[in-house]
């Protein structure tokens, strides 16, 4: 049992030994960096010490392992990298792939375990497929509000034969419970945020520890630079016109908003009773100097907030970040036309099937539910393959889609077939 100290792998591993298994807690460090973390928000000294109480009150052996060396490599040096590149990675996901299920499980099978438990709110099931091996599926948690199964999305058919999820079929008030009534030291612990084992942090602090903080300009985009712009126009005309589409038009839908052609202006006047020589950014409508950042990798598409800059009715958003030159482009209301795009695109390379036997081929299309985000409600849409890559277009625009994010697709009962990164 992978324990952590929270109330959902405690009732996890509470089930398990009520139900006759032979378990065993395993607690994973997997950081001891404080380097921008936030005091008091997931500390694992104080996490473990629960886990330790837990395990006694189950009467069940504990034991810790210290994967922060794993940790590091294989998903905090992959979040540098990708925030260098102007992308916004998903630790947690990566987290499951390389480090839960794979690293972890690799200890725990050299201590002889045969399966690993954790406290997703998420469900598991399988059947023999007409090659007479087990094809392992994972569907939604039971509640709702807490489903996880999004950061499973990257697991294998493989991982999942030695995966259990003993919580999924339960509602968090019911897991509360569960804890209350069997004492367990963790009951009315609060939930850990942030990144897996990493906990709550000052993110661009964090991510300063490998990215330098350089001063650049902020723009908004006015509403009426995209009456103005042709591929904003091309893109919602192919919209409109709906499917088939070909490989170009593709292209074209899923564009990563660009803005080469944005040049600030500036012009010199006098001002004040001396005539002071200044100089100002040149106004023209559609686009406006609106202040200065400490470094374009330190934003996401969609963000409002660490902007700090004021003087506007509503809330500016980002839409879009140029590493390169180190600028954020801007725009104020989230109902901005640029915070919406109609398709996405995934990279080959990228694309990861949980179901492989349900695997699309070049030319081939499904429909599919979609996330593109933690907790967003699924999103119906359409999943054609070429031989580029999977595009994604969605029955609705849809708001801040980010590159480096994942976008996971699910099938209409709620089972989780595949995911890839967004370009």
Not at 251 to 271: D, I, K, Q
Not at 283 to 293: D, I, P
Request: include cysteine; charged fraction near 25%.
């Amino acid at each position: 049992m992978g324990l952590s100290g929270g109330v959902d792998s405690s009732v996890a591993a509470l089930l398990l030994k009520r139900q006759g298994y032979d378990v065993f807690a395993m607690f994973m460090q997997n950081w001891n960096d404080t380097t921008g973390t936030l005091h008091g928000d997931c500390e694992w000294e104080e996490e473990r010490f629960v886990a330790e109480m837990v395990s006694r009150k189950l009467e069940i052996p504990f034991y810790f392992v210290d994967l922060s060396k794993e940790y590091r490599k294989r998903v905090v040096d992959y979040m540098f990298d990708e925030y260098s590149k102007g992308r916004t990675p998903n630790p947690d996901v990566l987290c499951n792939r390389e480090i839960k299920f794979d690293a972890f499980l690799n200890v725990a099978r050299k201590m002889g375990a045969d399966m690993v438990a954790t406290g997703h709110y998420c469900r598991k099931d399988e059947f023999i497929g007409p090659d007479g091996k087990k094809i392992y599926r994972i569907l939604e948690g039971t509640d709702p509000g807490k489903d996880q199964s999004y950061f499973l999305c990257q697991l294998t058919q493989e991982q999942l034969a030695a995966a259990m999820f003993p919580i999924g079929h339960l509602l968090k008030k019911e897991v509360r419970e569960l804890a209350r009534d069997a004492d367990l030291p963790s009951a009315d612990k609060k939930d850990s945020q942030g990144i897996c084992f990493v906990g709550k942090v000052d993110l661009p602090v964090f991510l300063q520890q490998k990215l330098a903080s350089v001063e650049g300009k902020v723009v908004e985009l006015l509403p009426a630079y995209y009456e103005c712009n042709l591929l904003h126009h091309r893109i919602r005309e192919l919209y409109s016109r709906g499917l088939p589409y070909s490989d170009a038009e593709l292209e074209t839908l899923s564009a990563v908003p660009g803005h080469s052609e944005v040049e600030l202006r500036t012009e010199t006047y006098r001002s004040g009773r001396h005539h002071t020589k200044k100089t100002r950014y040149v106004q023209n409508g559609l686009w406006s100097f609106a202040g200065t950042h400490e470094g374009a990798q330190f934003f996401t598409i969609g963000q409002r907030k660490g902007l700090a800059i004021g003087g506007h009715k509503d809330p500016l958003f980002v839409l879009s970040t140029d590493i390169g030159n180190n600028v954020v482009y801007v725009g104020e209301g989230e109902d901005h036309p640029g915070l919406y795009r109609p398709c996405l695109k995934v990279n080959a390379g990228e694309i990861h099937w949980i179901r492989r036997d349900l695997a699309l081929e070049p030319g081939g299309s499904m429909r599919a539910r979609v996330r593109i985000r933690y907790r967003q409600p699924l999103q119906d849409a359409t999943l054609l393959m070429r031989d580029s890559g999977l595009f994604i277009l969605f029955d609705r625009l849809q708001r801040s889609i980010t590159p480096g994010q994942f976008a996971v697709w699910y099938a209409p009962d709620g089972e989780m077939l595949g995911s890839g990164t967004i370009r």
